[in-house]
């Protein structure tokens, strides 16, 4: 209580605001390149739709920063200062959604476009908890207060796709131009607000090929435990974009030079400190970059069932040097790690349901005589356990000839899989529980039709 007090004391005297800056720089066309054929119809659509109507509206965030540099933006927002629901009322498929700040999005088709109404900058009813972040924050305001509010200044900007100017409170533009990360604001409160800008800083850094300018990424490496304040579901969302962004490798050694990686992904902090559990690691998230940037799926549950592997096989060999069978010391050893993640990481139900069953075919790639490899290529998810054990061979951390053989063997006509089958190692592989007898009639869960495995997976390899 007395501690909580003397926090707000602190927080009201420390606090600075962002500057608000009343007048933008507006930067026209032939200043700032943006080439308007990379906005979709769509978003260019809602901002005249909504401006007709005589309200402001502009492309806003990440689209605009990404525009800047020329890349292609994966999603467009639009920010207004009509309300949500005079949004709603312009459009013919618009919901509103979200409790904490209300948004509307308005769909064409496959295609959403996020609209926010302008946010407020300083609630004064607004609820911190005592380290400063703040819990529930829904105010409209003005578009200078918008500004001031957004995390940092590359992140700030207002495209009006229909006069194609650039609204630039907090000199954005000069920040893309030099490729700098900057935080608006006092960057400490900013990180206390929210812990997560601290990842974002990180993520953008690394995806974009910035520099955190040195004020922004002073205070991050003392305000790292506040990460363990946000909650598991949020964590979730911001570490699974980080490992999407098609730069993870990048963003993972980020996140350790800044001393981030602690309690991000508590189970990662062990894997990354041994060299075996590093590799695996590293090489798992290289190839899933690879993947991003191709424009390939990225299956969630495969990309985690790679980064828990070295805990779920430090688990089950524990577990088998207790004396206890192979495949339930297995599945004991995939409880324990599931349940200690999924307590900080809110990693959802359908993923673990994946990672558990990826996990668990590993052993059963050993088996390599009689039907066994048949009745395994009956699996639904065989293609994903099949990707999972090459990228453990790739890290040796499995036999390469075991890798090899199922490769041939996936591959092969019927005739050439027996004798494959035939020329397998007849002997088990090493720690694998003596062959009970298969009761007939039993069926392992999850078995189908074995047409379906080519669309499984995580990979076309
Ligand atoms: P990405 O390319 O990953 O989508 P983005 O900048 O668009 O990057 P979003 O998470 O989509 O990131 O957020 C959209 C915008 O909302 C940001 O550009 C920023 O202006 C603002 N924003 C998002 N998260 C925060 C935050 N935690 N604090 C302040 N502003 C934020
Ligand atoms: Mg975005």
């Known amino acids: 209580m007395i501690k909580k007090f003397v926090a707000q004391v602190t927080d009201l005297f420390t606090r600075r605001k962002p500057r608000l800056r009343k007048e933008p720089k507006r930067i026209g066309a032939a200043e700032h390149a943006i080439d308007r054929g990379l906005v979709p119809r769509n978003a260019q659509r809602v901002c005249e739709t909504l401006q007709k109507q005589g309200f402001a509206a502009y492309i806003v965030g990440g689209a605009v920063r990404d525009l800047l540099l020329g890349i292609a933006p994966k999603d467009f927002d639009v920010a207004t200062d009509a309300t949500p629901e005079q949004v709603k009322a312009q459009f013919r498929r618009a919901i509103i959604i979200g409790r904490r700040f209300r948004l509307v ?7 959403t476009i996020e609209v926010s109404t302008f946010r407020a900058l300083d609630n ?18 003005s578009q200078p207060e918008d500004a001031a509010r957004r995390d940092f200044t590359v992140n700030a900007l207002y495209y009006d796709p229909v006069t194609e100017t650039v609204l630039d409170y907090h000199d954005g533009v000069k920040d893309v ?6 935080m608006i604001g006092e960057p400490e409160t900013r990180y206390r607000e929210d812990p997560v800008r601290m990842l974002r800083a990180v993520r953008f850094a690394a995806k974009l090929g910035f520099e955190i300018d040195e004020a922004t990424r002073k205070p991050i490496a003392a305000l790292a435990h506040l990460i363990e304040n946000v909650p598991a579901a949020r964590l979730f969302d911001e570490m699974l974009k980080l490992l999407t962004s098609g730069h ?22 062990v894997i990354l400190e041994q060299p075996e559990g590093e590799r695996f690691v590293m090489l798992a998230l290289s190839r899933t970059d690879e993947r991003v940037r191709a424009g390939k799926h990225i299956a969630v549950g495969f990309l985690f069932a790679t980064l828990l592997w070295h805990e779920v096989l ?8 207790r004396g206890e069978h192979r495949i339930p010391a297995l599945d004991a050893a995939i409880d324990d790690v599931l349940e200690r993640q999924t307590e900080k990481l809110a990693i959802q139900r359908r993923y673990t349901a994946d990672m558990r069953e990826i996990w668990m075919l590993q052993p059963r790639f050993e088996r390599r005589t009689g039907r066994n490899p048949f009745k395994l290529l009956e699996h639904l998810r065989v293609r994903a356990g099949y990707d999972f054990l090459v990228l453990r061979c790739a890290a040796e951390e499995a036999p ?62």
């Open 400 to 461: 390469a000839d075991l890798g090899d053989w199922w490769t041939r063997f996936m591959h092969a006509g019927e005739e050439e899989r027996e004798l494959l089958v035939q020329s397998s190692p007849a002997l088990r592989a090493p720690g694998t529980a003596p062959r009970r007898r298969r009761r007939r009639g039993r069926r392992g869960s999850g078995e189908g039709d074995a047409a379906a495995i080519e669309a499984q997976g995580n990979g076309d390899n």
């Open 248 to 269: 993870a490798v990048a963003c993972i050694t980020r996140l350790r030079v800044e001393g981030l990686h602690h309690g991000v992904l508590p189970l990662l902090d």
């Open 177 to 182: 131009r030099r490729r700098r990360l900057r």
């Open 314 to 321: 430090k688990q089950w060999k524990l577990r088998e040097g």
């Open 105 to 111: 999005h308005v769909m064409f088709g496959q295609e």
């Open 124 to 141: 004064p009813d607004r609820q911190t908890d005592e380290h400063g972040r703040v819990l529930a924050d829904n105010l409209f305001g």
